[in-house]
């Protein structure tokens, strides 16, 4: 089973997330509401998984992604954003993320996003 850490300032966008990855049976580890505790909780919890809100009032995603890339490479970052820009896209995957889902998003592009995990990540089918 993958540890999962869902990051998002929004706690009503932190709760759908985490509802829909629980009906798909993957339990969240931990979640953060801010940059400052996301990079902890990597440090703390070393995830396989970690969905990762863009705009946060602390610090933006993408300068967290890179400190979290550093820390742990291995990480699967799914970068998440109520505003989709090709730049922000494009600067996510620079960075290491391994993909990029635009809310509102629905339970079939989170699957599609799982389900990449789960290819790109053996070990994530044999838990």
Avoid: W
Wanted: hydrophobic share 45%.
């Amino acid at each position: 089973m993958p540890r999962i850490i869902v990051v998002d300032d929004e706690e009503l966008a932190r709760d759908y997330l985490k509802s829909m990855l629980s009906e798909l049976g993957l339990p969240v580890a931990y979640e953060a509401s801010n940059a400052a505790d996301a990079m902890q909780a990597v440090m703390s919890y070393q995830p396989d998984l970690l969905f990762l809100d863009i705009e946060m009032p602390d610090k933006n995603g993408i300068e967290v992604l890179k400190h979290i890339k550093q820390a742990h490479a291995g990480c699967f970052v799914i970068m998440v954003s109520g505003h989709s820009t090709f730049e922000n896209l494009r600067d996510a995957m620079d960075h290491g993320a391994a993909s990029f889902i635009v809310k509102p998003y629905t339970r079939k592009k989170l699957e599609q996003v799982i389900k990449l995990y789960q290819d790109q990540t053996p070990a994530a089918n044999t838990a």
